[in-house]
C-alpha cells in the first residue's frame, strides 16, 4: 500500500499563495488518482480538487475553481495543489488523498469514501 505525507502547509496573509505538496511511498504514485480535501473543526471533509492517474483530467470544487491548481509528477511520486489568493474561509486541515481504482477509471470521485490512502493532514492558516 502506499504511504502519503504533505507538506507546505503553515500561516499565511489573505492574498498570499501556498504550494502543497504530497509525497507518495511504498507503491508508485502512478497507479492512483489522487485528490485533495480539507476538514474544518465541526464540519465534514470537503473535497476540493482531484486528478486521474496520468493527469489528463481534472476537477474542482466550486469554492477553490480558479484559485486552486491540482497537478502531480508521478516521476517523483509527489501530487501538489498551488493555493492562490488565499482567504480567511480556506484555513483548515487539509488532505491528500489516494484513489486505488486509479487507471480503471476516467472520472474523479468527489466522495471521501472512494478514497482508499490518506495522508495524515497539515494545517493552512490564512489570517486577514
Known amino acids: 500500500q502506499v504511504q502519503l505525507v504533505e507538506s507546505g502547509g503553515g500561516l499565511v496573509q489573505a492574498g498570499d499563495s501556498l504550494r502543497l505538496s504530497c509525497a507518495a511511498s511504498?507503491?508508485?504514485?502512478?497507479?492512483?488518482?489522487m485528490g485533495w480535501f480539507r476538514q474544518t473543526p465541526g464540519k465534514e471533509r470537503e473535497f476540493l480538487a482531484g486528478?486521474?492517474?496520468?493527469?489528463?483530467?481534472?476537477s474542482y470544487a466550486d469554492s477553490v475553481k480558479g484559485r486552486f491548481t491540482i497537478s502531480r509528477d508521478n516521476a517523483k511520486n509527489t501530487l501538489y495543489l498551488q493555493m492562490n489568493s488565499l482567504i480567511p474561509e480556506d484555513t483548515a486541515v487539509y488532505y491528500c488523498?489516494?484513489?486505488?481504482?486509479?487507471?480503471?477509471?476516467?472520472?474523479?470521485?468527489?466522495?471521501?469514501?472512494?478514497?482508499?490512502?490518506w495522508g495524515p493532514g497539515l494545517q493552512v492558516t490564512v489570517s486577514s
Open positions: 488523498a489516494a484513489d486505488q481504482r486509479g487507471a480503471f477509471i476516467t472520472f474523479i470521485s468527489r466522495l471521501g469514501s472512494d478514497y482508499d490512502y
Open positions: 511504498g507503491r508508485t504514485l502512478s497507479i492512483y488518482a
Open positions: 486528478i486521474t492517474w496520468n493527469g489528463g483530467r481534472t
